[in-house]
Every structure is written in C-alpha cells, then in structure tokens.
C-alpha cells in the first residue's frame, strides 16, 4: 500500500512556473514507477509526464514537452513537477500515481494521491 499526497499547486499568471511534488508513505517508493496526471473539468484524465523507478527514463506529453520536467528523490519518497512556461490551456487538478512501468495509461497505476489544482490565468 502506498499513499500520496501532492502539493504545490496555487495560481499562477501565463509565462510563470510552478513546481509540484508528491511525497510518498513507506518503504517501497523505489519499486514504483511514478506518474503525473491532470484532468480538467469535463475532461478525461490525461497523462502529463512519468519517471521510471531509479530515473533514469522519463516520458513526457508532447503538449508539456520542453516545459515540464519531472524528477525524483528516493531518499525522500519524493517526485517532483518543475512546471515552466505555464499556459492557461495548463489549468487542471494535477494527480501524481504510483505504477509497474513508465507509461502514460491511466489503467496501469495502482494508487493515486488526492490532486492538487493548478489555476493559469490569462
């Protein structure tokens, strides 16, 4: 069993950046793979970026590609978000997951944090 919590969500003008983290409970952070998720109101959960369990890969939607960076610290339980360049289209709860694999299939992580929401204003 793993629990998430995220934050570092806030609202933020166009051009600005924002950096999340999750903090993971227990001892076995290092045996997942880590994902981050956003969904906007009336939209499907979509996939945002994700980190393999000792970071050496990392994938990315295209849609953040070059503005988003994600990293992680296993010492600290820890995956970060490094958000640059924010777009209002960027506004959306933002959900990191813990799974097997790096994958962008929201059916492939097994547990999921609460969100925290991201607001880019225009």
């Known amino acids: 069993q793993v629990q998430l919590v995220e934050s570092g969500g806030g609202l933020v003008q166009a051009g600005g950046s924002l950096r999340l983290s999750c903090v993971a409970s227990?001892?076995?952070?290092?045996?997942?793979?880590m994902g981050w998720f956003r969904q906007a109101p009336g939209n499907e959960r979509e996939f945002v970026a994700a980190?393999?369990?000792?970071?050496?890969?990392?994938s990315s939607a295209d849609s953040v590609k070059g503005r988003f960076t994600i990293s992680r610290d296993n010492a600290k339980n820890t995956v970060n978000l490094q958000m640059n360049s924010l777009k209002p289209e960027d506004t959306a709860l933002y959900y990191c997951a813990a799974g097997v694999t790096v994958t962008g299939r929201v059916s492939s992580y097994d547990y999921w944090g609460q969100g925290t929401q991201v607001t880019v204003s225009s």
């Open positions: 980190i393999s369990r000792s970071g050496s890969t990392t």
């Open positions: 227990g001892r076995t952070f290092r045996t997942y793979a």
